[in-house]
């Protein structure tokens, strides 16, 4: 069985930082691409940043650019976004998610709330 959980959020200032982690089971992590997405209060999902299978190849929403960093340890099964310089309006529930078979997966998602 697919699982994905996530963790890491919290509240935090402006300016702050966060590391959310989300440690995958139920597959070959190795052989799938990962990705965070997001859903702020009262708004639709967004996505947020994607990571290759080797984890050389990482791309970001233009809203997270220079601000946020994904990455992946295969060795522990965990996809990672490194958050800096939060906002505001980076306040929302953020998910992990994988495709498996054409198949998407969702973790529980993390509360990240930015606000002083």
């Known amino acids: 069985e697919v699982q994905l959980v996530e963790s890491g959020g919290g509240l935090v200032q402006p300016g702050g930082s966060l590391r959310l982690s989300c440690a995958a089971s139920?597959?070959?992590?190795?052989?799938?691409?990962m990705s965070w997405v997001r859903q702020a209060p009262g708004k639709g999902l967004e996505w947020v940043s994607g990571?290759?299978?080797?984890?050389?190849?990482?791309i970001y929403a233009d809203s997270v650019k220079g601000r946020f960093t994904i990455s992946r340890d295969s060795t522990k099964n965990t996809v990672y976004l490194q958050m800096n310089s939060l906002k505001p309006e980076d306040t929302a529930v953020y998910y992990c998610?994988?495709?498996?078979?054409?198949?998407?997966?969702w973790g529980q998602g993390t509360q990240v709330t930015v606000s002083s």
């Open positions: 139920g597959f070959t992590f190795s052989n799938y691409a």
């Open positions: 998610r994988t495709t498996r078979l054409g198949v998407p997966y």
């Open positions: 990571i290759g299978t080797g984890g050389g190849s990482t």
